[in-house]
């Protein structure tokens, strides 16, 4: 990719596109336009491994009372190596009524809005939202990430900027550029794509993007008003939003519902848990050191899974009838691929759906409403900046 800022671009949606579906829910999706995901960035051990001693070096011993440091590492599903790969869709005999929740469309409709919006704001301020966005090295996964977000930029009108940075710069040189983001005004959202290189510290490189241009919400004072009820975050993590979304858009109660959240990254597990407490659902966190994990899924009426391990959810994990949010986005070998690789989640999807009443497909699942919901973020922001919004957005 070029180092020069992406050029902006406003392709207005065809007036043909499919206006967001009337009935029950429909009143859902304009809150879904001024709302604003992921998967759990699964980190590589040995990068994890360097992470956690640069953190055990920076941490006081009064730390203690806060918990060990030690990183999450899954170990791979019981018996991996033995069982056969899940059998891929062709073919399966599914005896299920599960419904297939469509990412793809949802993100879809909710760009569908932005798009809207973003002409209204033409019109009405002269102006766009600017989304910048910082990516640090060469992982081929980060880069097409990134890829996906400047499109989607594209595609609703908001103009993107893009700072390619190498992946053995300095901390400092990352914090620079933020702060020439935070200085510019045309710029609405910046955010550092995630993971960053191991020698960096990711939180003080985030806690240098301004709380008002904060779109992925990872700000601790974002994430920190996410955690107490009484307080409203500017921006809650594009994942999160995400998995909300497509809840709420299914029309599934959460209040007084169990939900097992899978994970606790910044990125996806730990904010959606915040997340689905303010919705009054009885959350349970599953993480690597969890001893029952398959247990406490199975009496769950709600699993999100955002571990970052291909196929460790398997239909054995599920109670008859619950809804399945997958958020993991895991690369498998794949001879009969192009690549040699295929996307899987970490739910066994063929499994799965004979039990679900819900699910979400891997890829065209929880993904495409994470971007959607960070132009949704960006579009917030923007508002704020330009005074078309009185109060930070909706959660
Ligand atoms: N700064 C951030 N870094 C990272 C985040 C984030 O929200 N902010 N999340 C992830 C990666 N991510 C966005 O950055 C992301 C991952 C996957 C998808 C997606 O659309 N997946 C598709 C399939 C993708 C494919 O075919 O290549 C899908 O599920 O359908 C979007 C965004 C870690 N880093």
């Not at 704001?121 to 990516?135: E, F, I, S, T």
């Not at 914090?175 to 710029?187: A, H, L």
């Not at 959606?272 to 993480?287: D, E, G, P, W």
Request: proline share 7%.
């Amino acid at each position: 990719m070029g180092g020069a800022a992406a050029a902006a671009a406003v392709a207005l949606l065809a007036a043909t596109r499919r206006r967001p579906a009337a009935g029950p829910l429909a009143f859902l999706l304009p809150r879904a336009a001024r709302a604003g995901l992921h998967e759990a960035a699964a980190p590589a051990a040995e990068e994890e491994k360097g992470r956690t001693r640069r953190r055990r070096r920076r941490r006081s011993s009064s730390s203690r009372l806060l918990g060990p440091d030690i990183p999450d590492t899954w170990d791979s599903p019981p018996r991996a190596a033995a069982r056969p790969s899940p059998p891929s869709g062709a073919g399966v005999d599914y005896d299920s009524t599960a419904t297939i929740i469509d990412g793809k469309s949802v993100a879809e409709d909710i760009r569908f809005q932005i798009a809207e919006e973003v002409r209204q704001m033409k019109n009405a301020v002269g102006h766009v939202p600017g989304l910048a966005v910082v990516l640090v090295g060469d992982r081929r996964d980060s880069e097409s990430y990134v890829r996906y977000k400047i499109k989607g930029c594209e595609e609703v009108g908001i103009k993107s900027l893009l700072a390619e940075l190498p992946g053995n710069c300095t901390e400092d040189v990352v914090v620079d550029s933020v702060s020439r983001f935070n200085e510019d005004p045309s710029v609405h959202g910046i955010l550092v794509q995630l993971p960053l290189p191991q020698h960096m510290d990711e939180e003080r490189i985030l806690s240098a993007i301004s709380l008002e241009k904060d779109v992925d919400g990872f700000h601790p004072l974002n994430v920190g008003n996410l955690a107490l009820r009484s307080r409203k975050p500017l921006f809650v993590p594009c994942a999160a939003k995400a998995c909300l979304e497509l809840l709420l858009q299914s029309g599934i109660e959460l209040m007084g519902k169990h939900v097992t959240v899978i994970g606790r990254s910044k990125v996806v597990g730990l904010p959606t848990s915040l997340l689905l407490q303010r919705h009054h659902a009885t959350v349970s966190i599953i993480h690597a050191f969890t001893t029952n994990p398959e247990e406490i899924t199975r009496q769950s009426d709600i699993v999100i899974s955002a571990a970052g391990v291909a196929n460790l959810v398997r239909g054995s994990w599920l109670k008859k009838g619950a809804v399945v949010i997958d958020v993991g986005t895991n690369p498998i070998e794949d001879p009969t691929s192009d690549y040699g690789y295929r996307l899987t989640g970490d739910v066994c999807f063929e499994e799965a759906v004979k039990l679900a009443s819900a699910i979400t497909p891997v890829p065209g699942g929880v993904g495409p409403v994470t971007i959607a919901m960070l132009l949704a973020n960006t579009l917030d922001s923007a508002k704020l900046a330009y005074g078309l919004a009185t109060e930070s957005p909706e959660l």
